[in-house]
C-alpha cells in the first residue's frame, strides 16, 4: 500500500508544482530570499538554488553564493555580472544569498526622450506610481547616452560586512549604449529587509555586460511598471543567519552601499 501511495505522490507531484508556479505567475508577487540587513552583516552563503528561484520569478536582482557578483533576470533569462564586468549565463545549481524576483507583468507603459539622469529618472518614476505604500518592479528599454555599473570581486570565510567589500568595488562605463534596467521600488516600511527605495541592475542588449546600477543618462527608452501587491520572504536556515544581530540600523551603510 505504501508503495502505491507513493507512486501515486510522484505521478502527480509534477502537476502540483506546475499549478503553483501557474499560480504564482498569475500574482502580483514580489519573491526575495534573505534581507538585505542580513546581507550588510555578511551573511554570503548561498541558501536558495536559482533552479528554485525561477519558480518565483522571471525578472529581477540579487547576488550570488559568497557575494560573486551581480544577478540580473530578465524575460526569464538569468545572467551573472562578475567583477570582469561580463555577464554570464546562471545555471539552475548555483545559489544565492540574496534575491528579488517577480513575473513581470507591465500595467503602465511610459515613451521618454528626454536627457534625464538617474536622480531625475527616479523622480519621474515615483509620479507615475499611483501609491507609495506598494513596491513597484520597472523595465526600463532602449538607448542610454551614458551608464556606470559596478559589481563586487566573490568572498572568503571569515566573511567581511557588506560595506568594506564595496570599497573593493569594479566600476565600468558605458556611452552610447542600448540597454535595460531591472529595478524595483521598495516602501519606506521595507528598509532593512530591502533598500528603502530604488534597487536598479542594468544588462546592455546584447546580453554580454551590466551590473548594479550607480548612474545613467536616458536617451530614448521605454517604461514599463507594475504594481506588486504581495511579498513574500524565504529566510535562510543557516547558522549564520541564525547568529547574526540584525537589530541594528544599517541606513546609512546601506546608502553608501547603494550609491
Known amino acids: 500500500m505504501r508503495k502505491i501511495r507513493r507512486s501515486l505522490w510522484l505521478a502527480v507531484l509534477p502537476a ?11 500574482r502580483d508577487l514580489l519573491f526575495q530570499t534573505s534581507t538585505l540587513q542580513a546581507l550588510m552583516n555578511g551573511v554570503y552563503d548561498g541558501d536558495c538554488s536559482f533552479g528554485e528561484l525561477k519558480r518565483h520569478g522571471n525578472f529581477g536582482l540579487g ?6 557578483g ?4 530578465v524575460d526569464g533569462q538569468f545572467y551573472q555580472v562578475k567583477t570582469d564586468g561580463k555577464a554570464y549565463p546562471v545555471s539552475p545549481a548555483q545559489k544565492t544569498p ?12 511610459l515613451d ?12 519621474r518614476l515615483l509620479s507615475q506610481m499611483p501609491s507609495g505604500n506598494f513596491p513597484y518592479a520597472f523595465k526600463i528599454t532602449g538607448k542610454f547616452s551614458y551608464v556606470k555599473t559596478r559589481s563586487v570581486p566573490p568572498q572568503t570565510k571569515p566573511y567581511p560586512p557588506l560595506l568594506e567589500v ?12 542600448d540597454g535595460v534596467i531591472v529595478g524595483f521600488y521598495h516602501p519606506n516600511y521595507l528598509a532593512g529587509i530591502n533598500v528603502a527605495g530604488y534597487h536598479c541592475h542594468f544588462l546592455t ?16 527608452v521605454r517604461v514599463e511598471l507594475e504594481q506588486l ?7 535562510p536556515e543557516s547558522a549564520a543567519f541564525s547568529r547574526t544581530d540584525l537589530s541594528g540600523d544599517k541606513k546609512q551603510e546601506i546608502e553608501k552601499v547603494e550609491k
Do not use: N, W, Y
Open 112 to 123: 521618454l526622450s528626454e536627457p534625464l539622469d538617474l536622480a531625475q529618472l527616479e523622480k
Open 166 to 177: 564595496a570599497k573593493h568595488q569594479a566600476v565600468f562605463e558605458f556611452k552610447d549604449v
Open 98 to 109: 540574496f534575491c528579488e524576483v517577480t513575473f513581470f507583468k507591465a500595467e503602465k507603459v
Open 205 to 220: 542588449a546584447d546580453r554580454r555586460a551590466g551590473g548594479h546600477l550607480l548612474g545613467c543618462r536616458i536617451k530614448q
Open 63 to 68: 547576488t550570488f553564493d559568497g557575494l560573486d
Open 70 to 73: 551581480e544577478m540580473v533576470a
Open 229 to 235: 501587491e504581495d511579498f513574500s520572504l524565504r529566510l
Open 16 to 26: 502540483i508544482l506546475l499549478t503553483g508556479a501557474a499560480l504564482a505567475a498569475d
